[in-house]
């Protein structure tokens, strides 16, 4: 839907599958639709490649790409993080983790150490004035890469980015 990004909690997939199944017609009581992000909304145009996180003590971290100029997959796009406390119910201010000028930084994948409890963030970088075509046919001026930011504390402060 253009202009709303929904998040979609994947730990509830299974409950709302066992709900459907004994209520087909009937949304559960429970499930509410909160817009986490919506385009043209806080200096951006557009909100895309979502990314959604439940840590160990039960924060949700809701990670996208804020693109500034228009829906593009190239040019000045922003890592954008916002955190909830409460499942969901209300969420902090966004926030731009990570911002490079006029380059690209996105495709954020979270996952979460189960043993130590890190959250580990995989993440892309490119210049924001090479496109997707030429990434892929090996004409860019530089070439996309891959970095890796990790938080110790539920995802409340990031440490640096490393290749």
């Known amino acids: 839907m253009q202009g709303l990004l929904r998040i979609l909690c994947t730990f509830l997939a299974g409950t709302l599958a066992t709900a459907a199944a004994t209520a087909p ?48 997959d190239s040019g000045d796009i922003d890592l954008m993080l916002r955190r909830s406390e409460d499942r969901g119910g209300t969420w902090s201010a966004q926030r731009v983790l990570w911002d490079d000028a006029g380059n690209t930084c996105g495709n954020p994948c979270a996952v979460v150490d189960g043993e130590t409890g890190v959250i580990w963030l995989l993440l892309t970088w490119n210049r924001g004035d090479d496109t997707e075509q ?27 980015r490393a290749r």
């Open 25 to 72: 017609h009937a949304e559960p009581a429970f499930v509410t639709h909160t817009r986490v992000y919506t385009s043209r909304e806080e200096g951006y145009h557009t909100y895309r490649i979502p990314a959604l996180l439940s840590t160990p003590r039960g924060t949700l971290l809701a990670f996208c790409e804020g693109r500034r100029a228009g829906r593009g």
């Open 134 to 160: 030429e990434i892929v046919d090996g004409r860019s001026a530089d070439t996309r890469r891959v970095y890796v930011a990790s938080s110790h504390d539920d995802g409340v402060t990031w440490r640096d």
